[in-house]
T-cell receptor, first 110, second 113 residues
Framework: KQEVTQIPAALSVPEGENLVLNCSFTDSAIYNLQWFRQDPGKGLTSLLLIQSSQREQTSGRLNASLDKSSGRSTLYIAASQPGDSATYLC?????????FGSGTKLNVKP | NAGVTQTPKFQVLKTGQSMTLQCAQD?????MSWYRQDPGMGLRLIHYSVGAGITDQGEVPNGYNVSRSTTEDFPLRLLSAAPSQTSVYFC????????????FGQGTRLTVV
């Protein structure tokens, strides 16, 4: 069974900092990995999707990398803003079955 | 384009009652799925469907039933609610797993007393 771990569980940073969120998984046989954002009381919004054959994806200030051999992914957020405050979750697509980490709760202070 | 719509948003049930959580998508997605989200545990897959008439179990299927008679709808049935089923439930859809992003509904907060 796929196990997905996210570190740290919570992070508080001043506005403008660059930061890295970590996701690790135990089974490297994956279709893809997705990073999601969840605001309080809301659903999940997909941020980036990395196919198993890819190494990284970028969208604006966000960059996600994938290293299947080591079972790791990182989400890099550049020049953080208060509007980035949310919970960030990574999810593994294991052939129609999705496995989520428990998330990193990010607080960006003005 | 409404995306993924879940109803109701909130529900309180008594132990032993049954109910159906509704999920509909208007994007002609093949894949639909249900998750529960509990504090500190992330989302866990309950059931999923890869197309009309095809369903399968996820990680935590006990106490829940699903069916998929149309591409658009994927209801989740609680047969006899238990306090352990108190959770936030999310429905998601995906055009094609493995290649495209998932879209989530806004969630249903269920409390079983």
């Amino acid at each position: 069974k796929q196990e997905v771990t996210q570190i740290p569980a919570a992070l508080s940073v001043p506005e403008g900092e660059n930061l890295v969120l970590n996701c690790s998984f135990t089974d490297s046989a994956i279709y893809n990995l997705q990073w999601f954002r969840q605001d309080p009381g809301k659903g999940l919004t997909s941020l980036l999707l990395i196919q198993s054959s890819q190494r990284e994806q970028t969208s604006g200030r966000l960059n996600a990398s994938l290293d299947k051999s080591s079972g790791r992914s990182t989400l890099y957020i550049a020049a953080s803003q208060p509007g980035d405050s949310a919970t960030y979750l990574c999810a593994i697509d294991n052939f129609n079955k999705f496995y989520f980490g428990s998330g990193t709760k990010l607080n960006v202070k003005p | 384009n409404a995306g993924v719509t879940q109803t109701p948003k909130f529900q309180v049930l008594k132990t032993g009652q049954s109910m159906t959580l509704q999920c509909a998508q208007d994007m002609n997605h093949e894949y639909m799925s249900w998750y529960r989200q509990d504090p500190g545990m992330g989302l866990r897959l309950i059931h999923y469907s890869v197309g009309a008439g095809i369903t399968d179990q996820g990680e935590v299927p006990n106490g829940y039933n699903v069916s998929r008679s149309t591409t658009e709808d994927f209801p989740l049935r609680l047969l006899s609610a238990a306090p352990s089923q108190t959770s936030v439930y999310f429905c998601a859809s995906n055009l094609r797993t493995g290649y495209t992003e998932a879209f989530f509904g806004q969630g249903t907060r269920l409390t079983v007393v």
